[in-house]
Every structure is written in structure tokens, then in C-alpha cells.
């Protein structure tokens, strides 16, 4: 078995430790959100906490590509990771960081294709709605014209934004939360489409291996008549009937040795 290289080493060390620093920085984003009077010292250790995590995941990035054999095929092949470590921690593109980093763990999972996608599409929809409700709640609260003042509004407002149905009961105002909304929008409706194609795989998939177990059994029964047509031929063959009733190869040694039925 071939041995695993220096870098699928390091990245199978670290699969662990960057969960666990993607859930320590969804905290520390949210907590200030959350809670915005909380105090001075829990926002400073918040903002720490997403340095730390950033330093960690740029650290990662730069070891993966110091081990990687083509250095150039790496960074092509791994913008994701790119992503994660380049966009700044500032409002409101550390989401962004935020869900790179949270797709980056998830795509170096050893996981089935089907359990990943699973993974993938149910960890979206939780990180959307959290994270895009924590998202426009930082910017619409203070908005003078804004009615997403707390967090059950905000959640509210997610839900029916990635459902598409939008009652209009809560909407933002400000040009940072309509760009989080066309964000939640488009990404509703590429969840559905792939639910929804996930679904039609699976059916067509289903129908597919019913129809080649059928296919399978018609083949099998056409065989089985086959040998049923050739053993009866090789019956008829050996044991037909010859005069009198007797078996045709006992009928023709009778002839050959001059003995006759009697007559009646």
C-alpha cells in the first residue's frame, strides 16, 4: 500500500484541531452580537479569539503549501483555502472568512460522497441561517431605519429570506444587509436545486437497479429454458419410443438379433 505523503499526513493531524478552531471562531463572531453589552474584556478576548484562529488557519495554509509537491498546482487547486486565510477580519467580510473556513474543514473530512453531501447540504443550512442572521443583525440594529432589532427577528427573517417566500414583515435597509440577502437568497436556491437533484439521483438510481435485477432475472429464466428445451431433446434423443412401445435402442437390438414381438 502506498504510503501516504508528507502533506496528507499534516492535513489528516490537523482535520481535528481546525474543527474545533472554526467552532471556537464562530463563537467568538457571535458572542458580540449576541450580546452587545456585554463587557469590554469579553469583545477583547472575542477579538482575539479570531486572530488566533485566522493566525492558525494562515499557519496551516502556509505549511500545506511548503509540503506540497507543485506549488503552483497547490494554490490552484486549493483556492478555498486561499480564501480563508486572505479575507481580513473586518465587518462584514470575516463571515465570508467565516464560511470559507467552515466549507475548508468540511472538505478535508474523509467522509463517503453521500454522507459528505449530507454533511454539507445540513451544515449549510444551520451555518446560513445562524451566521446570516447574526450578519444582518450586526448591521440592522443600529440602522435608523432598520426593523431587525433582535436576534428572533433576525432568525425570522433568514428563514423566510432562504425559502424565498419573504413576507416583507422584516427587511433590511442598509446596503450591507441587502447584500447579505441576496447572499441567503442565492444560496436557498442552490440548496433546493441540489436537494432536489440529490432526490432525483437517488430515484433514478433506484429505478436503474430495479431494472438491471429485473433484466438479470428475465436472462436468468431464458437460460433455464434453454437448458430445459436442450434437456428435453437429449431425453428424446436417448430414450424415445421405438415398435411396440419398447425404447428405440431396445427396439433396434431386438431387430438386429431376430427377435420379434409376438402376434396376437
Not at 496551516?60 to 487547486?77: K, M, S
Not at 432598520?146 to 432562504?162: E, P, Q, R, Y
Request: charge should be positive; hydrophobic fraction near 50%; charged fraction near 20%.
Amino acid at each position: 500500500m502506498k504510503e501516504p505523503s508528507r502533506q496528507a499526513r499534516w492535513e489528516r493531524r490537523t482535520q481535528v484541531p481546525l474543527l474545533v478552531l472554526a467552532v471556537a471562531f464562530a463563537v467568538a463572531y457571535a458572542v458580540p452580537i449576541v450580546a452587545p453589552d456585554a463587557g469590554e474584556g469579553v469583545h477583547r478576548a472575542c477579538t482575539h479569539a479570531e486572530w488566533a484562529v485566522w493566525a492558525a488557519f494562515a499557519v496551516d495554509y502556509v505549511v500545506r503549501l511548503g509540503l506540497a509537491g507543485d506549488r503552483r498546482v497547490f494554490v490552484r487547486t486549493h483556492w478555498l483555502d486561499l480564501a480563508a486565510v486572505v479575507l481580513p477580519l473586518v465587518q462584514p467580510l470575516r463571515l465570508l472568512r467565516l464560511v470559507a473556513t467552515l466549507m475548508l474543514v468540511g472538505r478535508r473530512a474523509r467522509m463517503a460522497p453521500q454522507v459528505r453531501l449530507t454533511t454539507y447540504v445540513a451544515g449549510a443550512v444551520v451555518g446560513l441561517l445562524m451566521f446570516g442572521s447574526l450578519a444582518v443583525l450586526s448591521v440592522e440594529r443600529d440602522a435608523p431605519a432598520g426593523n431587525i432589532k433582535n436576534l428572533g427577528d433576525a432568525v425570522w427573517w433568514s428563514f423566510t429570506t432562504m425559502t424565498t417566500v419573504g413576507y416583507g414583515d422584516h427587511s433590511p435597509t442598509t446596503g450591507l444587509g441587502r447584500l447579505v440577502a441576496v447572499g441567503l437568497m442565492l444560496s436557498g436556491i442552490a440548496l433546493l436545486g441540489v436537494v432536489t437533484a440529490n432526490i432525483a439521483a437517488w430515484f433514478i438510481a433506484r429505478f436503474e437497479r430495479d431494472d438491471q435485477v429485473e433484466r438479470l432475472q428475465l436472462a436468468a429464466l431464458r437460460e433455464l429454458q434453454e437448458e430445459v428445451r436442450a434437456l428435453r431433446a437429449e431425453v428424446a434423443r436417448l430414450g424415445g419410443d421405438g415398435p411396440g412401445g419398447m425404447p428405440a435402442q431396445a427396439a433396434s437390438s431386438a431387430d438386429q438379433a431376430g427377435v420379434t414381438s409376438p402376434t396376437p
